[in-house]
């Protein structure tokens, strides 16, 4: 069974520091690794899909990477507009579903 | 107008009675999924449907029915509502092969009293 687990619950930081979010999975041979932003009372928003260990994706102060057992999700230099709560989730090839991790809340501070 | 709605946002709705969420899409995407959200679970998958003539449960399917009425289309019954069905549920949708994973609606605050 595929699992997924993503650490901190939560983070709190300052604007302007920057910090890393972890998901760490087990999936019987990976399809892809996608991260969503969740606003609160909003759905899942796509971020990023990652398909191979190593490779890396960018978007504004957000950066995604992978490996063989697990993801980061850096914000640098974060902004009160990047609080959300973070999910990770995985896909195994041939299957239809995503198994999704419980989230991180990142609340940052002005 | 959102590529995924959902009816109602809010609902708040007495123990055993029968209660039924709704999805509509405009992605055009032949899969669509129910999933329900509870804090420190995350996302749990109820039911999913690969077209009209194909529905699936999945893992926490008890309690819950679904149709799919049309390919943009698809609702979620709780045929006799008990406290801890109370959750946010959302509804997503997907390609076949999605690199993007699913496109989810805004989600509906269940409370069941």
Known sequence: ??????????????????????????????????????????????LFTLYSAGEEKEKERLKATLTKKESFLHITAPKPEDSATYLCA????????????????????? | DADVTQTPRNRITKTGKRIMLECSQTKGHD???????????GLRLIYYSFDVKDINKGEISD????????????????ESAIPNQTALYFCATSERQSNYGYTFGSGTRLTVV
């Open chain 1, 1 to 46: 069974e595929d699992q997924v687990t993503q650490s901190p619950e939560a983070l709190r930081l300052q604007e302007g520091e920057s910090s890393s979010l972890n998901c760490s999975y087990t999936v019987s041979g990976l399809r892809g690794l996608f991260w969503y932003r969740q606003d609160p009372g909003k759905g899942p928003e796509f």
């Open chain 2, 31 to 41: 899969r669509m999924y129910w999933y329900r959200q509870d804090p420190g679970l």
């Open chain 2, 63 to 78: 309690g819950y029915s679904v149709s799919r009425q049309a390919q943009a289309k698809f609702s979620l019954s709780l």
């Open chain 1, 90 to 110: 995985v896909q195994a090839r041939g299957d239809y579903k995503l198994s999704f991790g419980a989230g991180t809340t990142v609340t940052v501070r002005a």
